[in-house]
Antibody, heavy 116, light 110 residues
């Protein structure tokens, strides 16, 4: 069974930082392409970032320059370092594996709240 | 990266069929056969229903089907059941290695 477990969410003030982690099991992680997707009540689902099995990296316009995605194949984990956080970064952040250009495995999500 | 356009809500009676539309642009839906659909229940993570416009994972009922014409994709649910009441999201690859989602559609089974 494939499992993705996010952690690291919490409450942070505007301008602050958080690091999210996603531990993956049940698949060949080193061959997997991984993403972060976030969800807010007002804006629905929003793709945030991608890191391929070959370590190529892409970001959405709203987070580029502030967020950094990384992976550690030895730990079967993917990370999202979030800096210069803003109120509108408040969301549930999901880790998602992608296959055939779609997100076929999702974690349970971790809530990030940015507020003063 | 503009969001794809979906109706905010749809409703239909049990046993009937319903189609949810998802409109994008030539730079996303129209440019790639890489549209996916997701079902989400309250408090749960999204679940993949359809990939690459019309491919269904083995664990998804054949009552769910997808299609695409031009810049618009569609999800059709046939033989509606009460358990289908959920939120549905479309998503398209918008290259290179970026994705855009729709705003979501709340399905009510009357």
């Amino acid at each position: 069974e494939v499992q993705l477990v996010e952690s690291g969410g919490g409450f942070v003030q505007p301008g602050g930082s958080l690091r999210l982690s996603c531990a993956v099991s049940g698949l060949r992680f080193s061959d997997s392409h991984m993403n972060w997707v976030r969800q807010t009540p007002g804006r629905g689902l929003e793709w945030v970032s991608y890191i391929g099995a070959g370590y190529n990296i892409y970001y959405g316009d709203s987070v580029r320059g502030r967020f950094t995605i990384s992976r550690d194949n030895a730990k079967n984990s993917v990370y999202l370092q979030m800096n210069s956080l803003r109120d509108d970064d408040t969301a549930v952040y999901y880790c998602a594996g992608d296959l055939d250009w779609s997100f076929n495995n999702w974690g349970q999500g971790t809530l990030v709240t940015v507020s003063s | 990266q503009s969001a794809l356009t979906q109706p905010a809500s749809v409703s239909e009676s049990p046993g009937q069929s319903i189609t949810i539309s998802c409109t994008g642009a030539a730079t996303d839906i129209g440019g790639y056969d890489r549209v996916s659909w997701y079902q989400q229940f309250p408090g749960k993570a999204p679940k993949l229903l359809i990939s690459e416009v019309n491919k269904r994972p083995s664990d998804v009922s054949d009552r769910f089907s997808g299609s695409k014409s031009g810049n618009t994709a569609s999800l059709t649910i046939s033989g509606l059941q009460a358990e289908d009441e959920a939120d549905y999201y479309c998503c398209s690859f918008a290259g290179p290695f970026t994705w855009v989602f729709g705003g979501g559609t709340k399905l009510t089974v009357l």
